[in-house]
């Protein structure tokens, strides 16, 4: 018992640890840029020794494209915990869409750096960490077409609908939205955002019946 608990210990610290250089590496490199950025710095921003940083990540580049999986993670399990939250409450799959804008919505309010930093990622092809991230996005992406063809399926929405490429759109709608709010409208709040986003589906999802 002693053992487990200083394991489950030792595990704790380490992913507090990853956690403070992943908040220091996007931030830093939101400021400065990738190149410009030094694992020294790094270290410096995160409180720890330099040695840290390589303890947990073979280089910078590794720990930028962890800094990419665990992000998106974090947004996908967002997005799907919001559609299941809609099931159980027997709510429509415009609902469960709807809601999934407002948790895409909360997750960039949250992390308004690493949503600029994936967005700019996602333009660039020369990145060691490019195949990660389209991985990662399609992970996100996949809970929105999963909600779209259930509603195909199920007769709230057109069989007509391009599924993939629908999803895709409102995922870029909700971050580039998102990114606008955050640079040149800060004074519009949370909620004033998702009830534009949210009357733009009702108008163009529900309406493709």
Same mark, same amino acid.
């Given at each position: 018992?002693?053992?487990?608990?200083?394991?489950?210990?030792?595990?704790?610290?380490?992913?507090?640890?990853?956690?403070?250089?992943?908040?220091?590496?996007?931030?830093?490199?939101?400021?400065?840029?990738?190149?410009?950025?030094?694992?020294?710095?790094?270290?410096?921003?995160?409180?720890?020794?330099?040695?840290?940083?390589?303890?947990?990540?073979?280089?910078?580049?590794?720990?930028?494209?962890?800094?990419?999986?665990?992000?998106?993670?974090?947004?996908?399990?967002?997005?799907?915990?919001?559609?299941?939250?809609?099931?159980?409450?027997?709510?429509?799959?415009?609902?469960?869409?709807?809601? %999934?804008?407002?948790?895409?919505?909360?997750?960039?309010?949250?992390?308004?750096?690493?949503?600029?930093?994936?967005?700019?990622?996602?333009?660039?092809?020369?990145?060691?960490?490019?195949?990660?991230? %389209?991985?990662?996005?399609?992970?996100?992406?996949?809970?929105?077409?999963?909600?779209?063809?259930?509603?195909?399926?199920?007769?709230?929405?057109?069989?007509?609908?391009?599924?993939?490429?629908?999803?895709?759109?409102?995922?870029? %709608?909700?971050?580039?939205?998102?990114?606008?709010?955050?640079?040149?409208?800060?004074?519009?709040?949370?909620?004033?955002?998702?009830?534009?986003?949210?009357?733009?589906?009702?108008?163009?999802?529900?309406?493709?019946?």
């Amino acid at each position: 018992m002693e053992s487990s608990s200083a394991t489950s210990g030792g595990s704790t610290r380490r992913e507090a640890t990853r956690q403070k250089l992943y908040e220091a590496a996007v931030t830093l490199i939101a400021e400065q840029g990738f190149s410009a950025t030094t694992v020294d710095e790094i270290a410096e921003r995160a409180g720890v020794a330099k040695g840290t940083v390589y303890y947990n990540f073979a280089s910078k580049s590794v720990l930028f494209e962890e800094l990419l999986r665990h992000g998106v993670g974090l947004l996908t399990a967002s997005l799907r915990e919001a559609a299941e939250r809609t099931a159980r409450e027997d709510g429509t799959k415009v609902d469960a869409l709807d809601a %999934m804008i407002r948790a895409g919505l909360v997750f960039i309010d949250r992390y308004p750096a690493f949503t600029q930093l994936y967005v700019a990622e996602l333009w660039r092809t020369n990145r060691a960490w490019q195949s990660t991230l %389209m991985v990662v996005r399609q992970q996100a992406v996949a809970v929105v077409e999963d909600v779209l063809r259930e509603g195909v399926a199920g007769g709230e929405f057109s069989d007509e609908i391009d599924v993939p490429l629908t999803a895709a759109a409102l995922v870029g %709608m909700v971050l580039v939205a998102a990114l606008d709010w955050k640079s040149f409208q800060p004074e519009r709040s949370l909620d004033d955002v998702h009830a534009a986003l949210s009357r733009l589906l009702q108008g163009r999802v529900s309406g493709c019946r």
